[in-house]
């Protein structure tokens, strides 16, 4: 078995390092206790322990559920709780004798790394589909570090407008990868292994780079783009790089905008793993002058004494609850419920995926002053928005 602690460098980086070794310590005296006397258990290094277990009478099931739950249990050091979790990996024999070590450590390794891109805080047994996901998602990071340095990518922009004239009040920052081999990809085709990867954080610096950038030069050349708002998604990564602020202002003061033209959008689920943290980096960020919102609103854990807490200016209502909206009396009280939570709070409300008139229409009447979707553009190159603001109206593109 390989365990793998999560996110630990977060946690020394937090504590420092003598505070980490401390935590590591607690940790490896936890795992001992589960060790028999015929099994052997070390740190391979940094944060990954192996334990090796002989023989076959050991209900391995059992026993991966109870580290985990042990590497779980709080640990206090000083005046300070932490909590972490683990990802472990197991691989076994099988009694072949002709299998090596180096080869079963593989093998655990490639079990443990599963757990880690399914989320963390699990274990997986090593199945060999394994070693085709491994060589896939290698050359799926290998072709986005390619993208990333010849540029291959482009943003499109999506018009958010206000529903009661059609007006262009707004665009929505939404990035492409121009494909040397596939041709123009959406990002359900390449965002999941960005995230997997880590290089959604250098490719979400780029694609806000380049927005404020688009941005400024709207501003500057076409009258209509005056008071024009870039929204631009947070990914959770990037969310949490220590960087973030720094990224953020660079992009602003580079790009010579107002910090008020620029939305930051972050999802629901996002701002639940740790609220006192997220507030934390939310107020840093409104403190910039930047605007927030909530993106996919509805859709996650949220409590109304968290949302209260958050210094967002808006709340997204998410297409769920818009594609019914026409015809459900469920969809639309649940937008309805979300319109009225946002006017308590003081928030403005933004539905997307407005595809009809009728959807359109019943949400100007529940209240809902601001919308995207196919009624009024899909998202389109820099030049086509260009054309919609010197027309001052978006274009109309069928759903």
Same mark, same amino acid.
């Given at each position: 078995?390989?365990?793998?602690?999560?996110?630990?460098?977060?946690?020394?980086?937090?504590?420092?390092?003598?505070?980490?070794?401390?935590?590591?310590?607690?940790?490896?005296?936890?795992?001992?206790?589960?060790?028999?006397?015929?099994?052997?258990?070390?740190?391979?290094?940094?944060?990954?322990?192996?334990?090796?277990?002989?023989?076959?009478?050991?209900?391995? &099931?059992?026993?991966?559920?109870?580290?985990?739950?042990?590497?779980?249990?709080?640990?206090?050091? &000083?005046?300070?709780?932490?909590?972490?979790?683990?990802?472990? &990996?197991?691989?076994?024999?099988?009694?072949?004798?002709?299998?090596?070590?180096?080869?079963?450590?593989?093998?655990?390794?490639?079990?443990?790394?599963?757990?880690?891109?399914?989320?963390?805080?699990?274990?997986?047994?090593? %199945?060999?589909?394994?070693?085709?996901?491994?060589?896939?998602?290698?050359?799926?990071?290998?072709?986005?570090?390619?993208?990333?340095?010849?540029?291959?990518?482009?943003?499109?922009?999506?018009?958010?407008?206000?529903?009661?004239?059609?007006?262009?009040?707004?665009?929505?920052?939404?990035?492409?990868?121009?494909?040397?081999?596939?041709? $123009?990809? &959406?990002?359900?085709?390449?965002?999941?292994?960005?995230?997997?990867?880590?290089?959604?954080?250098?490719?979400?610096?780029?694609?806000?780079?380049?927005?404020?950038?688009?941005?400024?030069?709207?501003?500057?050349?076409?009258?209509?783009?005056?008071? $024009?708002?870039?929204?631009?998604?947070?990914?959770?990564?990037?969310?949490?790089?220590?960087?973030?602020?720094? %990224?953020?202002?660079?992009?602003?003061?580079?790009?010579?905008?107002?910090?008020?033209?620029?939305?930051?959008?972050?999802?629901?689920?996002?701002?639940? %793993?740790?609220?006192?943290?997220?507030?934390?980096?939310?107020?840093?960020?409104?403190?910039?002058?930047?605007? $927030?919102?909530?993106?996919?609103?509805?859709?996650?854990?949220?409590?109304?004494?968290?949302?209260?807490?958050?210094?967002?200016?808006?709340?997204?209502?998410?297409?769920?609850?818009?594609?019914?909206?026409?015809?459900?009396?469920?969809?639309?009280?649940?937008?309805?419920?979300?319109?009225?939570?946002?006017?308590?709070?003081?928030?403005?409300?933004?539905?997307?995926?407005?595809?009809?008139?009728?959807?359109?229409?019943?949400?100007?009447?529940?209240?809902?002053?601001?919308?995207?979707?196919?009624?009024?553009?899909?998202?389109?190159?820099?030049?086509?928005?260009?054309?919609?603001?010197? %027309?001052?109206?978006?274009?109309?593109?069928?759903?």
């Amino acid at each position: 078995m390989l365990i793998d602690l999560d996110n630990f460098k977060d946690v020394n980086d937090d504590i420092g390092h003598s505070g980490g070794d401390e935590l590591l310590t607690v940790l490896a005296d936890r795992l001992r206790r589960r060790v028999r006397p015929q099994d052997t258990l070390a740190r391979l290094g940094g944060d990954e322990f192996a334990l090796l277990l002989e023989g076959s009478d050991v209900d391995t &099931g059992a026993l991966v559920g109870h580290l985990l739950d042990d590497i779980r249990e709080p640990v206090r050091l &000083g005046s300070r709780e932490l909590h972490l979790t683990a990802s472990i &990996g197991s691989a076994h024999t099988g009694g072949e004798e002709s299998l090596q070590a180096d080869e079963l450590l593989r093998n655990a390794d490639l079990a443990m790394y599963a757990v880690k891109r399914a989320g963390r805080n699990g274990s997986a047994v090593f %199945d060999p589909s394994m070693y085709a996901t491994v060589l896939y998602e290698a050359q799926q990071r290998a072709d986005l570090e390619e993208a990333l340095l010849d540029e291959q990518f482009t943003v499109h922009y999506q018009p958010v407008v206000d529903l009661a004239t059609a007006r262009l009040t707004g665009v929505e920052a939404l990035v492409r990868w121009n494909h040397p081999r596939e041709g $123009l990809l &959406g990002p359900g085709n390449f965002i999941h292994h960005a995230e997997i990867s880590g290089l959604i954080v250098p490719l979400g610096q780029w694609v806000l780079r380049q927005a404020c950038r688009q941005l400024a030069d709207w501003q500057r050349s076409i009258p209509a783009a005056g008071d $024009l708002r870039m929204n631009v998604n947070l990914s959770a990564r990037q969310f949490q790089h220590p960087g973030l602020l720094d %990224d953020v202002t660079a992009a602003i003061r580079d790009a010579g905008i107002a910090p008020e033209s620029l939305t930051l959008e972050i999802t629901e689920s996002m701002l639940m %793993d740790d609220v006192d943290a997220a507030v934390g980096m939310l107020t840093a960020l409104r403190g910039l002058g930047v605007h $927030l919102a909530i993106d996919d609103f509805g859709t996650g854990y949220s409590s109304l004494s968290y949302l209260q807490r958050l210094p967002v200016d808006t709340l997204k209502i998410d297409r769920s609850f818009v594609e019914h909206v026409d015809t459900s009396s469920d969809s639309s009280a649940l937008a309805g419920a979300v319109v009225d939570l946002a006017r308590a709070l003081g928030l403005r409300t933004v539905a997307e995926g407005i595809e009809t008139p009728a959807q359109r229409d019943t949400l100007r009447q529940l209240g809902c002053r601001s919308g995207q979707g196919f009624l009024f553009s899909k998202p389109v190159p820099a030049d086509r928005l260009s054309a919609m603001l010197r %027309d001052e109206t978006p274009a109309r593109v069928p759903a």
